[in-house]
């Protein structure tokens, strides 16, 4: 019997449409819109200005707290602007908005990343320059890694976990990656054991992707500190609580981070790029992003520059398929639908999902009937309906007590209620008034 | 026979007896002193319990009134001057004499002037909507068309208007408890003073975004161009962040603004129109007096009457 956690959980149908897809580059864009706000916290802070040359990889926007991430240039070129733009949030946020130089060669030549095992930096420079290089979570949430990393002494950390999971329908990015950059994510690993001083990692895979299983557990065959665990397919194991549950059987406090339990879990994604960080000094510039979509001719995984129009990864596919209705912005559960296709990619964009009309309306909602299929599901343990109502009705403080704050907003309580209640809707709603309350109250 | 009667009733009688004397001792031990001026107060307040005061209620509110030495900054924005005159002299205690207010709302986005990009299905609530997205139309200052004003309105002085997607306030039944610039996520309605005959002068318009992108997004909103701010005479206009705005303080409604906003998203209300067929229109205005103040003073494009 593979591992899994043990409460809840959905079986959503997978439509990994791309899985066999090689991850291809995307041609530079014409322009990039890189917004100051790519990451949870504080956003960064503009260091540039209107008309000057920035070369591909230089700091545009500084870190502006300790829960923040600098920001590089995506591409050589110029500032032409610094205005605001909708971004992923459908909201206009600040961005900085920088014409590619055609004629810089920068651009376009494809360097060679051989793969370089030796690890020079001190566990002191590679945390350094995880936080200089602008290393965020992968994953979606864009946690700043640096603050994840940064264990305040006399915390005992015995264990590294690698979310290789992708539990979400349609997404592939991470697969492609574990598949195409196996070698390397290892020695990131081995990095990441290094500066945090810890012997033992384990890497989680979805049984879903057996042929990364297999290609993990070869590669580490010889190497007794890294783990390769398969596990069941069951969403929402890529959230950190769940995967440390699932493969540690360690139980993370409400309202406490998996460092309390001495674990600390990475995206594949931030692992390689933490590896491209540490071995070749390269930002965090581009990602892997999964464009996909039962209509879309061409769906594929991409390495996108950050900054880039969706609508250049769109055409990119095949162009805007008929009767689209919603593109989301991540996956179909967790993801966002965006307000119009100018909107960039962003550190946190895994996927550009492309839905047609007829999957993409949500049913009238109708009367609770009590089945408790929402508290069946909930990974962690809550009573979806009863947070529902108590936002619905204003009773935010009775929604405190009952744990509303622990919500992961996994969305499985939306999507099997039988009588299409906005469940998750109200609880996030009730989540951010409680958070205002718990502010002011401080 | 006669017995038992007889000891029934004068049971009863000592039982009654009894517990008349218990209760009398106790309301004498328990007697809780209360100012009978409070309730004097609180006959004199409107009982609404609007909490547009900033008390929970008309009973804590008159607590208030006849607790506080000062009352000076208390006010009463449903019973207003008059009211307040009333308790003062009750209390014997001085009141500030405030402008009756009247809620606005700035926006005008209706339908055909502000047209929908997008299309959301959820929860049909401001809150909620403002939380997850920009709205429908591309403008992210207007309003979002969902009604919470509407909802918290405990005068009945607000509704939707079908046609024009926004709400109405009556200004006759507005009482400025508050209560809906409170609850409006986007700060849209604002507290005005109702002036002589309700006459009001005010930026129809909360959109920050440059002149091309905010005349995009909305056909009524104002673009920042300053010419009201070079035309107005008392120098009651100000423009922040491409945004005009009248300072209701300095503003003496001569209305030359209004005839300079190239884009309209000046909002002048109850004023007689100008020229032709004076008499005639007094008459419709008076009559039109309850219509809500967007009503009379929307643009060309949305100028059909939808409603008397």
Known sequence: MLKTFPKGGIHPPENKLTSSKNIKRLAVPKMVNVPIAQHIGIPAEIIVEVKEKVKIGQVIAKSGGFVSSNIHSPVAGTVTKLDKIIDTSAYKKQCIVIRTDVKDESNFEEKEYPLKQEIELSSKEILQRINEFGIVGLG?????????????EGVKIDCLLINGVECEPYLTADHRLMLEKSEEIIVGIEILMKALNINKAIIGIENNKKDAIDLFKKATKNNSKIQVAALQVKYPQGGEKQLVKALLKREVPKNGLPLDVGVIVHNVGTIFAIYEAVQYDKPLIERVVTVTGKKIENASNFWVKIGTPISDLIAEVGGMPEGTRKIVNGGPMMGKAIKNTDVPVTKGTSGILVIAEDEASRG??????????????????????????????????????????????????????????PLLDYIRFGKNIVKKLQTSKN | MTDSVLYSVLLLVSLGVIAAVVLYFVSKKFYVYENPLIGEVDELLPGANCAGCGSPGCRSFAEKLVNTEDISNLFCPVGGNDVMKLVAAKLGKEVAEKDPTVAVLRCQGSCDVRPKTTEFQGPRTCAISAMIYSGETDCQYGCLGDGDCVKVCKFDAMYMDETT??????????????????????????????????????VGCLNEDKGGIA????????????????????????????????????????????????????IETNFPPKKVKKVEEKVAVEKKEKVAVIKETIVEPVNEKTDA
């Open chain 1, 140 to 152: 979606g949430a864009t946690f700043p890694s640096h603050v994840k990393l940064n264990v305040k």
């Open chain 1, 364 to 421: 009238e909602p109708k009367n609770c009937i009590r089945c408790g299929e929402c508290v069946y599901v909930c990974p962690m343990g809550l009573e979806p309906h009863l947070l529902m109502n108590l936002s619905e009705k204003g009773l935010f403080e009775r929604a405190s007590n009952e744990d509303i704050m622990t919500c992961i907003e996994c969305g499985s309580c939306s999507y099997v209620c039988p009588s299409d209640r």
């Open chain 2, 165 to 202: 997607g926004l709400p109405v306030i009556i200004t006759d039944k507005c009482t400025s408890c508050g209560a809906c610039v409170e609850e409006c996520p986007r700060d849209i309605i604002e507290m005005r003073p109702r002036n002589k005959k309700d006459l009001k002068v005010f």
């Open chain 2, 215 to 266: 005349k995009k997004s909305c056909a009524v909103a104002c673009i920042g161009c300053s010419k009201c701010l070079d035309i107005c005479p008392k120098e009651a206009v100000t423009i922040v962040n491409n945004l005009a705005y009248i300072d209701p303080a300095y503003c003496t409604l001569c209305r030359k603004c209004v005839d300079v906003c190239p884009t309209h998203s000046i």
